[in-house]
């Protein structure tokens, strides 16, 4: 580890003023506004419909990050940023983006829920159609880099009813299908989510071999035949009893030999290792009323309490893609 100096200390504690100034930027749009011709001070303010001294200095300092280029007095954004953060580039991360505006309000609450307690607010709840749109959005981006690698670790190949629980747009399911032509896939969220689901899937090049299903995993039962059960960045958001009872619908839902796969943040036994883990357990802390990351023997615990066995680590990974794997008997 690097040793502390008064500046690499002081470094940290400056961390979110770049953060803020690029978030700003996402909020504003300013990235899709500057990715067409170069403009001036007066041309993005009126626009955007803000103040010439703040957009003046908001884009000087994002200039000065290189997330935007300044010449002659106008502002224009560089292709390689515009390609991921602009809103007509089919490679954007701006939903993602989006979302983590999202997270900084939440983020700005942690003093105050360590001192007094869990926030009261529901997993996957949110309090605004376009967080809601942001958040679906940010996994499909997140999932469309990382979707492949799981189904290929997954070595799915005899198993034919994939149910993809908590399956937001499909990302997943889709990228399961792709690799095992003789699967089918079942894709099981909310209602305003499955109506986003319907909206990305339309054109989907496997959407005949895929069945989308309205429901609550936390209130209802789970559509059931199924030989494969993912969750996929599910467990970290519930607590301890809503696994076991998740758990336990996985396993309603499954045929004899069925598996049940989660991809998520598995920590060590000290629960400080992998950082991302530790750090992503402060996001469910400041978001969830009872969300954690947990460490493979209470995954195993769980499992086996639910009915399963032969619980195992499929791969290990510090990017919430860590893998464990159980067989309904």
């Known amino acids: 580890m690097t040793p502390w100096t008064p500046e ?62 300044k010449k002659d007095g106008r502002y224009s954004c560089p292709k390689e940023v515009a390609d991921l953060l602009s809103a007509d580039s089919p490679t954007t991360v701006l939903p993602m983006a989006h979302h983590a505006t999202g997270l900084w309000r939440r983020w700005s609450e942690l003093t105050h829920v360590v001192q007094y307690g869990s926030v009261d607010r529901p997993a996957g709840i949110f309090e605004q159609e376009t967080e809601l749109a942001a958040f679906i959005g940010a996994m499909h981006v997140v999932g469309r880099h990382a979707a492949d690698a799981i189904a290929e670790q997954a070595q799915a190949d005899v198993s034919r009813n994939l149910l993809d629980v908590g399956g937001a747009t499909g990302t997943y399911a889709e990228a399961f299908l792709r690799r095992y032509p003789a699967m089918c896939a079942t894709v099981f969220d909310r209602v305003p989510v499955i109506d986003l689901a319907r909206q990305r899937l339309a054109e989907s090049d496997v959407k005949d071999r895929i069945t989308i299903a309205a429901g609550d995993f936390y209130t209802d039962e789970l559509p059931d035949g199924h030989d494969l059960a993912l969750l996929s960045a599910i467990i970290h958001q519930n607590s301890p009893e809503q696994n076991l009872d998740l758990y336990q619908k996985v396993f309603r839902a499954l045929i004899p030999r069925g598996r049940i796969l989660i991809r998520d943040h598995v920590m060590n036994e000290d629960r400080t290792e992998p950082r991302r883990g530790a750090l992503f357990a402060v996001n469910m802390l400041v978001a969830t009323s009872g969300g954690n990351c947990y460490t493979f023997d209470e995954i195993r615990e769980s499992l086996e309490a639910a009915g399963f066995m032969w619980v195992s680590l499929v791969q290990s990974g510090d990017r919430m893609d860590t893998m464990v794997e159980a067989f309904k008997p």
């Open 8 to 69: 690499s200390m002081l470094a940290i504690t400056r961390a979110f003023m770049e953060s803020r100034v690029m978030l700003t930027g996402v909020e504003l749009d300013v990235f899709t506004l500057l990715s067409g011709s170069p403009k001036s001070i007066e041309e993005v303010a009126d626009a955007l419909l803000t103040a010439q001294r703040g957009t003046a200095i908001l884009l000087n300092a994002l200039t000065a990050m290189g997330l935007l280029e």
